[in-house]
């Protein structure tokens, strides 16, 4: 991508090519945890931080993303990423984000940290959005920080650092096992329901342990 953002990187082994309801169910209370499971009941479902059927209030973004409200509230004023969840319309809602869009958040932090311009991260981001979740995992984002690439295989990244393009890599498969790590300790909702499911975290659940046995 070029300084303008609006083409595609010059120099372009890997260069990234960018172009540019939830259902309410009123009979179901929301909860604030899982009810005990009785004897004879099958054990609840706990759904993967990944579930669409899971979304993430603004807060809760913010934490795992490592940014400021201030930050999430500008990015999805202008566009730069918006919740693919739930947007603040009507205005009585709060934003809802999905795992994927977290894990754009967590990239753009990086790229922003790197010295890569926002015009430049909006078509970095309009392209990841159009990728297969399958896809995501296989990438590493390289970037001189100027221009960003997408590498798709260990011997594009070798052939840009080679070349001077990269001075810096994301690898987006690591990104997403950390998140997914950290998300799977904090509060979420269901898209479904709407009830709030109560994160796991294995630390406190050891300490609560501890507190009993003393």
């Not at 945890?33 to 009785?38: E, G, I, S, T």
């Not at 909702?189 to 501890?210: F, K, M």
Request: glycine share 10%.
């Amino acid at each position: 991508m070029t300084g303008t953002g609006d083409e595609a990187a010059v120099g372009g082994l890997c260069t990234v090519h960018m172009p540019r309801a939830a259902r309410s169910v009123a009979e179901l209370p929301r909860m604030g945890r899982f009810p005990a499971v009785q004897p004879g009941q099958p054990a609840i479902e706990r759904l993967a931080p990944t579930s669409e059927l899971i979304g993430y209030r603004g807060p809760t973004a913010c934490a795992a993303a490592g940014i400021t409200y201030r930050q999430l509230d500008y990015w999805a004023r202008t566009g730069l990423l918006e919740p693919s969840v739930r947007s603040v319309y009507p205005a009585s809602s709060q934003r809802l984000y999905s795992f994927r869009d977290i894990l754009l958040l967590k990239i753009v932090k990086r790229l922003l940290d790197a010295g890569v311009s926002l015009q430049n991260i909006r078509v970095a981001v309009a392209h990841l959005q159009s990728v297969e979740n399958g896809d995501l995992n296989g990438l590493t984002l390289m970037s001189d920080g100027a221009t960003v690439y997408e590498c798709t295989t260990p011997q594009q990244v070798v052939d840009l650092l080679k070349g001077g393009q990269g001075v810096f890599g994301i690898a987006v498969g690591a990104v997403w096992r950390e998140l997914e790590s950290a998300l799977g300790r904090l509060h979420a909702e269901r898209t479904d329901t709407g009830e709030t499911v109560i994160g796991h975290d294995p630390g406190d659940e050891l300490a609560q342990r501890r507190n009993r046995a003393v």
